[in-house]
């Protein structure tokens, strides 16, 4: 039985996860706060919700066993190259107890680490927004999209979400009474599936629902483009479609074809039994036929493991993966 | 020769156009003055630009021989549901001295009327935005896109500009040199050609450089794009094209197969010997092969011509169109 304790955590919007775990894969602890991440929220708050994260997963545990950490989050190098940031994050640490060092890393790294102990493959993450990274030595290599919304995020739920509005606009214009997909749409940006006697006043009013908020938010008309494609609806499995066959493009962007590595899918739209998921793992399966494709699990646990294949003990890092990342649900 | 004068201004964005004419087309003034749109502007502004143009325009005309009077701008309806608005325009109408009434009309009819005296046919905008809409009795009827750069606009100047950087995104994604079109975009948006040796250094920069501005300022890249198909760029080209079918496809939202009324192009992407309006025009003749095609020409005339015809003594308004509103050059 192993005593030495490695600390994840997996920051991201909207939630911060922290986990404890012994070398022999004992999990010690969990600890959960609200969103961490320091580009959205501010260090400061960041690093609060860090720190409330990691007391509740050191609950019963002598931070003394502790002997490494990492912390992965979204806009890691930005944290890095911010005095301020980095010695916000520092003194969450120590005011947990810690007196080991902690490595950080960019969320898209620690999501590929979840699905696959391999050190080289690439991770493909749709949620609300989208992108594409190639891992080599276990590093964040190339990366393809994550572009944000404005500019790039094909395939992610702000996608879905906009074209969702799109094809609702352009049956309006058309004169068309809106399919099954639209009128979700419709009664979800305007309270009711009713168009106007003039429909431009529908168009109208649909904009400005959608203009009054930031853009951002048109990804969470994407459960709705999700539900109807389960039903399926023949829109929404258009766009699914079309969603990806873009991130797989993005994929391609970076990762070459034959290649024969594992492909982790990641993101809220990609884990789990979504027909997201089902398309792009065809998409992926047709452009890479020898790449093992995996789902991303739990963050935290893979975080600890990345922080703990450093330590001298740790022999075979494959191995511990086994123990310490529990395979996803 | 006729005493009887009408007024007609257009009011963009960018500038007020005013103009006087007599019903034999003599042209007594030209008023110019800056941006007047009531909804960018607000009313009280977009009034006294309206002022300044019309008291240019009636230098040395008594305004007592104004018999009728059109305003075009974008978002009339809003301004006419406004009565704050309507106030500032009425009272901005009376400060130049003129008692008879006037119509307010949207620009995309005037830009129509400019282009044709024909009461039926369709008008397609783009520049910054696009919009298609047809013309019934000479008022707007049905209309098509128009919807904002953030859920529509497809084929206009934001559309171009948004395209050009997206392809240099998939180009430095991809760790290829950047084309001659994105070696031009890049310079526009960091000041130097240069790609980071780590190109995602300058995916970053760029989408920093573009998510610092208002999204619509996108549009301004617009003019690297038609320049770089005018040299033969097929970057550019291929976006030219792309922007072509997008703006013949929400035409044919609004306007049956097979329709012969006459198709106005306006905007400045369409207006003059550019790129996109030889590949509208091509996309436009395949779709609709029996209708003239038009330019959009001087809206101001377009708008008094749209008074005078309501006026007893206009016995044929397709006659008086001839001597009022020139032909584009």
Redo the contacts between chains.
């Keep these: 039985m192993s005593d030495t304790v490695v600390v994840g955590l997996d920051v991201g919007g909207t939630s911060t996860r922290a986990t404890a775990l012994t070398l022999d894969g004992r999990r010690l602890g969990d600890g959960r706060a609200g969103g961490g991440n320091p580009t959205s929220h501010g260090a400061e708050r960041a690093a609060g919700e860090l720190l409330a994260a990691l007391r509740e997963a050191l609950t019963g545990v002598d931070p003394a066993w502790v002997r490494a950490g990492t912390i992965g989050l979204a806009g890691a190098p930005r944290l890095l190259a911010d005095p301020a940031g980095r010695d916000a994050f520092d003194r969450a640490w120590r005011d947990a107890g810690l007196r080991c060092p902690y490595t950080v890393h960019g969320d898209a790294l620690v999501a590929y680490a979840s699905g696959t102990a391999s050190p080289e493959g690439t991770v493909l993450i749709a949620g609300t927004g989208a992108v594409a990274a190639g891992v080599r030595e276990l590093r964040l290599d190339?990366?393809?999209?994550g572009?944000?919304w404005?500019?790039?995020d094909a395939g992610s739920g702000f996608w879905l979400g906009?074209e969702a509005?799109?094809r609702l606009?352009?049956d309006l214009?058309?004169?068309h009474t809106p399919g099954p997909l639209a009128t979700r749409v419709l009664t979800e940006l305007l309270g009711s599936s009713e168009v106007a006697a003039r429909p431009?006043d529908t168009?109208d009013a649909l904009?400005q629902a959608?203009?009054r908020r930031p853009?951002v938010e048109l990804a969470r008309l994407a459960p709705l483009v999700v539900a109807a494609a389960v039903g399926g609806e023949p829109v929404a499995r258009g766009l699914i479609a079309e969603a990806a066959a873009h991130l797989a493009e993005?994929t391609a962007?970076?990762r070459p074809a034959g290649d024969a590595s594992p492909i982790v899918l990641g993101g809220g739209l990609l884990t789990g039994d979504t027909p997201l998921a089902a398309a792009v793992r065809a998409e992926v399966a047709r452009r890479w036929p020898d790449a093992p494709l995996h789902s991303a699990g739990d963050g935290a646990a893979a975080a600890a493991w990345i922080a703990a294949r450093e330590l001298p003990e740790v022999a075979d890092p494959r191995a511990l993966h086994t123990l310490l990342v529990p395979p996803p649900p």
Aim: charged share 35%.
């Design positions: 190339r990366v393809a999209d572009h944000g404005l500019l790039g906009r509005v799109r606009l352009a214009d058309r004169d431009r168009v904009v959608v203009t853009p993005s962007r970076i």
